[in-house]
């Protein structure tokens, strides 16, 4: 077997150059697409007390040490969400953030343990005015790239024409026969029995210890993303009240929240929020999120008490993260996210 030659090599760098340069282009018009929309860049700390209190979300870990040599527990942030929300309480209405983000156990053809994210927020605006970005931005990206398409291994979508715009209760029906709205209650419990029956019936694998989220990612990977964005974007909105940890409850139905996310050619781009901002909700919710956790890896995160003091005070807002090296991937037609990053994290040695 071949080794590759590493990323810093002359000659791969000159077959790497060029789609980097145009990652370059496409960053550049979208700062302009922002501040010419009168948002106000900002630049968050990256470290952080807490990495965010998702299940599934694994953070690097580091500690401060003092002059007195005190020592503090800190991480690199996952996301700038936390900041950027308290920036909202101080008073910020329209705010954007462009920067490194930091994931652990994420590596492969669309993770890399250090990516770049785009995360915006709008005060007084409703989570609709962020589907609309998203279609303008992706078919700035594709101007910006000099292309009329997006292609990821083999699947192809249209980057100007409009989003398609789904539930996720239509995609499970769509795409895998199953009513998901039926295992959850007005209240947000879950019917996980109901569920692993349904998963059961649509040929899909279960285990006897699935919990209700279990089954519903394994739906949504294995029979709903993959037919998500073909042709043109899909935005995939009304996630279940349990999906949907900091999002506010949709109004027209209890069971869902307004979080969507936005998918081209099968590859996820953008997840976005109507943002909640009851506190008590909130610190419930992550300790729920925190208890699965410690089940599955054994650890669990602390909780920002300065960011839930915050929520008690922000407005009312809607914001959304998208993941920049994929649209620049996407739009320049990589097969891989590190063909579009400056300087990939070296590989682990075997």
Not at 82 to 102: D, M, N
Not at 136 to 143: G, I, K, N, V
Request: hydrophobic share 40%.
């Amino acid at each position: 077997m071949i080794e590759a030659s590493p990323w810093w090599t002359p000659d791969v760098h000159a077959d790497r150059r060029p789609r980097l340069m145009m990652r370059n282009r496409i960053a550049a018009a979208i700062r302009n697409w922002f501040t010419s929309g009168d948002f106000i860049e900002v630049q968050t700390a990256i470290l952080q007390t807490s990495p965010g209190n998702e299940t599934h979300l694994s953070a690097f870990a580091t500690e401060a040490i003092g002059p007195d040599g005190g020592r503090q527990p800190l991480y690199l942030h996952t996301s700038p969400e936390f900041a950027c929300k308290k920036l909202l309480a101080a008073g910020e209405k329209r705010i954007f953030s462009l920067g490194p983000v930091y994931r652990n156990r994420e590596r492969g053809p669309l993770h890399h343990p250090e990516f770049t994210m785009i995360e915006w927020y709008r005060v007084g605006e409703t989570y609709d005015q962020l589907m609309a970005d998203c279609a303008e931005l992706l078919s700035l990206a594709a101007e910006c790239a000099g292309t009329k398409r997006f292609v990821y291994r083999g699947r192809e979508a249209d980057p100007f024409l409009p989003p398609e715009r789904l539930t996720v209760a239509e995609a499970f029906r769509r795409h895998a026969g199953i009513d998901l709205l039926a295992t959850v209650s007005p209240n947000g419990d879950t019917d996980r029995d109901a569920l692993h029956a349904a998963v059961a019936q649509a040929s899909l694998r279960t285990a006897a210890d699935d919990s209700w989220s279990d089954l519903f990612s394994r739906v949504m990977v294995e029979k709903v993303e993959p037919e998500l964005g073909m042709g043109r974007a899909t935005i995939l909105c009304e996630y279940p009240i349990p999906e949907a940890a900091l999002a506010r409850p949709s109004p027209a139905d209890p069971r869902v929240a307004e979080r969507f996310e936005l998918y081209c050619c099968g590859v996820e781009l953008a997840n976005a929020f109507g943002e909640l901002t009851d506190p008590v909700e909130q610190r419930i919710r992550f300790g729920a999120d925190m208890d699965a956790k410690e089940k599955i890896y054994g650890e669990r995160y602390p909780i920002d008490e300065d960011f839930l003091a915050a929520l008690a005070t922000m407005p009312e807002a809607s914001g959304i993260a998208l993941g920049f090296d994929r649209l620049a991937m996407l739009a320049t037609g990589a097969h891989r996210i590190e063909d579009v990053i400056w300087t990939p994290v070296a590989h682990p040695l075997a």
